[in-house]
């Protein structure tokens, strides 16, 4: 067992912000989540906090662990705590707190709103193999596409992005313009328009990007894809989207 | 009379659908949730929309119920599934005996069921254990439990449900021998108050005893752990099934990049912290192995244990009790103006608040039929667009 301190932010309408202590048992392999569950039961039942799946599926418990936004599930205790000095947990950034760690995110779902992106994508070949050394189980190593029966004419999956929130509050534009797109969002126009062929659509999905609110905001810190427990890279996605609409009006000018 | 005020408590998959289900009907509705949306057992299941062939052997009604609710949900949110099917494996000359019995089990309950010739099978499945010696095709698929709960509550809001989140209930509030509404504290504001109703639903969970507990009534739900163990890596494309019966460990239920290997069954007394045992997580990665041979190269991402609301009558073990449901009207108990609805799974949680609210319905002369086999679901982003912070 691991004998864990843990400093969590509290607020609750109308009194004023500090922060309580509590020292729980956990096992070895216990993730933070699990040691917010042991304050909760054991210790403190007015506690709020977000939990759901507790295995990155969700994405409701993200919030900052000394400092650094994570979500809380998938990080061992033994990962982020050095042994004594108590673990210091806050809700995210560029959110209003509603209470202790729960911050309203009606905003982020807003923005995810606006492309409309659909959770799911199809037509996935195969399994993303990021796999190493299963050559000697006798598992290919990258299988050739295989031609599926009858009905199983693709396969079809959630998109990565989990809609925790990290992104928004690690980025310091959003935190200076609150109608910032933000990188979940203009993520989120990336990937529509990567499913869709419409041009009247792809035309809406760029002007979205290329509003006063869009990717032209970024200051490219790179915070989002560094804290993104996903991969999802909305830096890399903003940084393609500028791309697409430069070439755009390099062709535009051309035809003048 | 004015239109009846309904209190359910519990915003896992059942309470959830049951608030869609008597908003849809033009009730008055009032869901109130101690932790967050699906924070309990729904949160922590495992992502399978079954089909009904994990049961078709064993206990043929919930396979039944599973099939028929399975097609349900493929149409009231197309967009909230991945939709890949499952297999059914056999590695052993037992499992391959136990196919007839399988195949014939799908058939009674109408599971469309199909051999895919075993070339084909490692073919899809490239990580596939390569000494398999059968696989049958069936429409498992998999679903995100918190969305599938948020779009029930998006709808209901829009049909002028109210959702209290991390709101708990307290104590019931009785008149004249009946339960006449509850006293809650809202963890947010640490404020409490009493609300109202002309009938209280208890879709508590594993946690239903508790409640009811609170009214003096005890139901015969026995809370059953099962641990999860979620690798850092996609290993199938389907959802793989050890073809036997039900047993520990004997199914990989893949999501987004990763794979999910579940689960063992024990009883717990207090579902509200239940650590994965470490020799249940090494049993899972052990079983695992055995149809994913490559499991052992995968880092583990989380282990989760969450407790079924299994309803145990008599000795039966938890392993054999049936995954069907039952509501429990507690005028029965002495208590008018309370029911409970409990066990099944959450794919059935369409059914379960159907059967509950067909029920109060009943009670309360209310003659509205269930609409909501037919409804499509809004969008689940719009639940945070519904005032649910207000």
């Known amino acids: 067992m691991l004998e864990i301190t843990l400093q969590i932010f509290r607020y609750k309408t109308g009194e004023s912000p500090h922060y309580d202590t509590f020292t729980v048992q956990v096992a070895e392999s216990a993730s933070v989540l699990d040691a917010l569950d042991v304050v909760w039961a054991k210790h403190d039942h007015s506690l709020t906090y977000r939990r759901a799946c507790h295995h990155s599926a969700c994405g409701v418990c993200a919030l900052r662990i000394n400092g650094l936004e994570k979500l809380p599930c998938v990080t061992p205790v033994s990962s982020v705590w050095d042994g004594h000095t108590p673990l210091r947990l806050n809700p995210l950034r560029n959110f209003p707190v509603v209470s202790d760690l729960i911050v309203d995110v009606t905003g982020l779902f807003q923005r995810l709103s606006a492309s409309d992106l659909e959770i799911t994508r199809d037509a996935e070949p195969t399994l993303p193999l990021s796999v190493d050394n299963l050559a000697d189980l006798g598992t290919r190593m990258e299988p050739e596409p295989v031609e599926p029966p009858e009905n199983l004419t693709r396969f079809n999956r959630f998109e990565s992005c989990i809609e925790c929130g990290i992104c928004m509050s690690a980025c310091p534009t959003v935190a200076a313009d609150d109608k910032f797109l933000g990188p979940a969002g203009l993520a989120a126009i990336y990937d529509e328009r990567h499913k869709t062929g419409d041009p009247r659509e792809v035309a809406h999905l760029l002007a979205l990007a290329d509003g006063e609110h869009g990717v032209w905001r970024c200051h490219s810190a790179y915070e989002c894809t560094e804290a993104c427990p996903q991969a999802v890279d909305p830096a890399g996605k903003i940084m393609a989207l500028r791309r697409e609409l430069i070439a755009n009006r390099l062709k535009k000018g051309r035809r003048k | ?390």
């Open chain 2, 1 to 390: 009379m004015s239109i009846p005020h309904i209190i359910v408590i519990g915003a896992g998959s059942t309470g959830s659908a049951t608030a869609h289900d008597l908003a849809l009907r033009g009730l008055r509705v009032t869901l109130i949730e101690r932790g967050d949306i699906a924070s309990g057992t729904t949160g922590r299941t495992h992502c399978l929309l079954h089909s009904g062939g994990r049961y078709c052997v064993n206990d043929p009604e919930a396979a039944a119920e599973c099939i028929v609710e399975n097609r349900i949900i493929r149409n009231i949110i197309p967009d909230l599934l991945e939709l890949n099917d499952g297999l059914f494996v056999a590695l052993t000359e037992a499992d391959l005996a136990f196919k007839e019995r399988f195949l014939e089990g799908c058939a009674t309950c109408h599971i469309p069921a199909r051999e895919l010739p075993i070339t084909h099978a490692l073919e899809i499945e490239p990580f596939l254990n390569r000494g398999a010696l059968a696989a049958v095709q069936v429409p498992d698929a998999v679903f995100e439990p918190v969305r599938f709960c948020l779009a029930f509550l998006a709808t209901a809001q829009q049909h002028g449900a109210v959702v209290r989140r991390f709101t708990e209930v307290t104590d019931f509030l009785y008149a004249g021998g009946c339960v006449s509404g509850v006293k809650v504290k809202d963890h947010r504001t640490g404020k409490t108050e009493n609300i109202g109703a002309d009938l209280i639903i208890n879709a508590a969970g594993p946690w239903v005893g508790s409640v009811a507990a609170m009214a003096g009534i005890s139901v015969p739900v026995k809370p059953t752990a099962g641990v999860m163990v979620t690798l850092d890596g996609r290993l199938n494309n389907m959802v793989l099934n050890r073809l036997s019966p039900p047993s520990d460990g004997d199914i990989v239920v893949p999501q987004r990049a990763t794979s999910i290997i579940g689960t063992t069954s024990w009883e717990v007394e207090d579902p509200d912290v239940i650590p994965a045992p470490a020799d249940h997580v090494a049993k899972m990665l052990a079983q695992g192995e055995q149809l994913l041979p490559a499991v052992q190269k995968i880092p583990v991402r989380a282990r989760v244990a969450a407790a079924r609301p299994l309803i145990v009558k008599g000795d039966k073990e938890a392993r054999e009790a049936s995954r069907t449901f039952e509501c429990f009207d507690h005028q029965d108990d002495g208590v008018e103006g309370f029911v409970t609805i409990a066990g099944g799974k959450m794919t059935t949680a369409r059914a379960m608040a159907e059967r509950v609210s067909d029920l109060v319905c009943k009670k309360l002369g209310v003659a509205v039929a269930c609409r909501t086999r037919n409804v499509p679901l809004v969008s689940y982003r719009l639940f945070y667009q519904g005032g649910s912070y207000a």
